[in-house]
């Protein structure tokens, strides 16, 4: 009931060259193509972008959790007590 015969293609693809024109259909179906590399390329872009923002959380959790200054004792110098 809901399968996509063949007539159904053919019906949509004369009601579309009816109403845009045989000129406009390759430049419609040109601009539809670009549209959809644009999205797919933002997407995979918006991807990355949540992948790198996880990986700086991560990043800045660690280096929260180090104490602060150097890693290694600083060396004060020896004082002589009062004599």
């Avoid at 159904?8 to 193509?33: C, E, Q, T, W, Y």
């Avoid at 700086?56 to 020896?78: H, I, R």
Wanted: net charge positive.
């Amino acid at each position: 009931m809901g399968a996509l015969k063949p007539w159904h293609i053919i019906l949509v693809v004369a009601v579309l060259v009816l109403l845009f024109g045989a000129k406009k259909l390759p430049d419609a179906a040109r601009s539809l193509g670009r549209s959809m590399r644009i999205l797919k390329a933002e997407t995979k872009g918006l991807a990355e972008d949540g992948k790198e923002n996880v990986a700086e959380k991560a990043d800045a959790q660690v280096t929260s959790q180090q104490p602060l200054g150097d890693s290694q004792p600083s060396a004060a110098p020896k004082v002589d007590p009062i004599k």
